[in-house]
């Protein structure tokens, strides 16, 4: 009997240790953007070869998502890709929080096309008009299309919750941020959703980040102007601020990184991390030579 209690006693005692452990791993919330969420998780991943005596949770749910969390001081690391509004800015210091906004790549914004579409660009003009509301296209045969399998040449227009960074990211560099976004729209809850459903759908035109793009879709080149220079969206052009839809991707900290939070952003920063978000389909922050 007492050998029974010595084991049950050395088994509770080694639970007891392995919960211990597991509990004094330092945890880092990482939560926010649909964009980046692949890249956070890869990230996430690789750190552990790093330093596995920190676990870090990452979640999505669009930037907006990961602000609010920001906000409430219930996340450590925000993702983001666009910028926290003024407004938003405020609220967090009304509630003790600091945000502090740091670049960790480049996205190019791509518009895409069913495979069957003949189209191959895109201006700024006419995916406002596409896009926005009160636009005057809502049909392919008004810029001179025809599309295979789409009955009436109608244009599906496929977006993206509110919630979404890219969602206003795309209002303010196409639509002028002051126009909203046209009524009828299929908002999308996540970038490979409005990837898919641009597949499956010959009448659509899409919007997403440049990382979620398959050969089963077309990505228009985009020109700023009627006429003008057409730019492809890639890594190199998002890079250099070429295409017309590129943007900043965005982490946000409360106040400036300290401890094991700042090992983390260092470990992004690095070439290591920097070349982790160039094989997921970014531009990172700066050139880097990668294996």
């Not at 406002?128 to 025809?146: C, P, R, V």
């Not at 879709?217 to 890079?239: F, L, R, W």
Request: aromatic share 6%.
């Amino acid at each position: 009997m007492k050998t029974k209690f010595v084991a049950y006693a050395a088994a509770a005692a080694g639970i007891m240790a392995f919960a211990a452990s597991a509990n004094a791993r330092d945890l880092i919330q990482n939560k926010g953007s649909d964009t980046l969420v692949n890249v956070a998780q890869a990230w996430a991943e690789e750190y552990q070869n790093v330093d596995s005596s920190v676990a870090i949770a990452v979640s999505g749910g669009g930037s907006g998502t990961g602000i609010a969390a920001m906000i409430n001081g219930t996340v450590d690391i925000a993702n983001a890709s666009r910028s926290m509004k003024q407004k938003e800015i405020d609220l967090a210091k009304s509630k003790g929080q600091n945000p502090i906004e740091h670049v960790v790549g480049y996205d190019a914004l791509a518009v895409f096309l069913h495979k069957d579409n003949p189209a191959d660009k895109m201006s700024i003009a006419q995916l406002a008009e596409i896009f926005g509301e009160e636009g005057e296209t809502d049909n392919w045969e008004q810029i001179g299309l025809s599309v295979d399998g789409c009955k009436g040449n109608e244009i599906v227009v496929v977006s993206r919750q509110n919630n979404s960074g890219t969602y206003a990211y795309f209002r303010q560099a196409v639509l002028g941020g002051k126009r909203d976004y046209r009524m009828g729209t299929l908002d999308m809850h996540g970038s490979k959703d409005v990837v898919e459903l641009v597949e499956k759908t010959p009448c659509a035109i899409g919007y997403s980040g440049l990382a979620y793009a398959t050969d089963h879709v077309k990505m228009a080149c985009v020109t700023m102007e009627d006429g003008g220079t057409c730019v492809n969206p890639t890594v190199e052009t998002a890079s250099d601020g070429t295409y017309p839809i590129a943007r900043p991707l965005l982490m946000y900290t409360n106040g400036e990184p300290t401890g094991k939070i700042k090992e983390y952003m260092d470990f992004i920063l690095s070439d290591a991390g920097q070349c982790i978000i160039q094989e997921k389909g970014y531009a990172p922050v700066r050139a880097v030579q990668c294996n």
